[in-house]
């Protein structure tokens, strides 16, 4: 069974301290990410997903390539070579967007709108991009697992050693 990704929902307060104004966090909520039919179509409804989560992960690893993705998701160095074409496709909205999604899929019947739940997600960019790759990755079970069809199919059609078929 695999673990979920977790994030952080926080409520702040702004405070003056020694005349300098703060902002505070007040309260932390920790809440599951989980994708299932629901949040689909949920996601579908609100107009966030047209067609599925593979396009989000395929349009990833087309832009960014599959190590720069996996860097991501265990916390890695990225290079910012291959991040900066990202922010072209993704916005942090759109990244929110879809761990909102993930979080409606945890929860199925008592959740956060959407803006309100934007208001105590508030984190950069590259900690949202992480949440965001991890998120999508972790849909996906049988990504880092070797696919079995595939190589039958590559052995099966490979010429043999010694030129006898």
Do not use: C
Not at 45 to 73: H, N, P, R, W
Not at 83 to 94: A, G, I
Not at 96 to 105: E, F, N
Not at 122 to 132: A, N, P, R, S
Request: cysteine-free; glycine content about 6%.
């Amino acid at each position: 069974m695999s673990k979920l990704t977790v994030i952080e929902l926080k409520e702040y307060e702004i405070k003056e301290v020694n005349g300098e104004f703060e902002r505070v966090v007040t309260n932390i909520e920790r809440h599951p990410l989980y994708f299932n039919n629901h949040s689909l179509r949920v996601g579908k409804q609100y107009g966030i997903l047209e067609k599925g989560l593979e396009q989000e992960l395929f349009a990833l690893f087309a832009l960014m390539g599959a190590d720069t993705v996996e860097s991501v998701t265990k916390n890695g160095e990225m290079d910012s070579s291959k991040v900066l074409p990202l922010t072209e496709l993704l916005t942090l909205d759109r990244m929110k967007d879809i761990i909102w999604l993930a979080y409606v899929g945890a929860k199925t019947d008592d959740y956060l709108d959407n803006e309100d739940f934007k208001e105590l997600f508030d984190e950069d960019f590259e900690t949202t991009m992480g949440i965001y790759v991890e998120v999508l990755m972790s849909n996906f079970q049988n990504v880092n697992k070797p696919n079995k069809f595939k190589a039958g199919l590559s052995k099966s059609t490979s010429k043999p050693k010694g030129g006898k078929k």
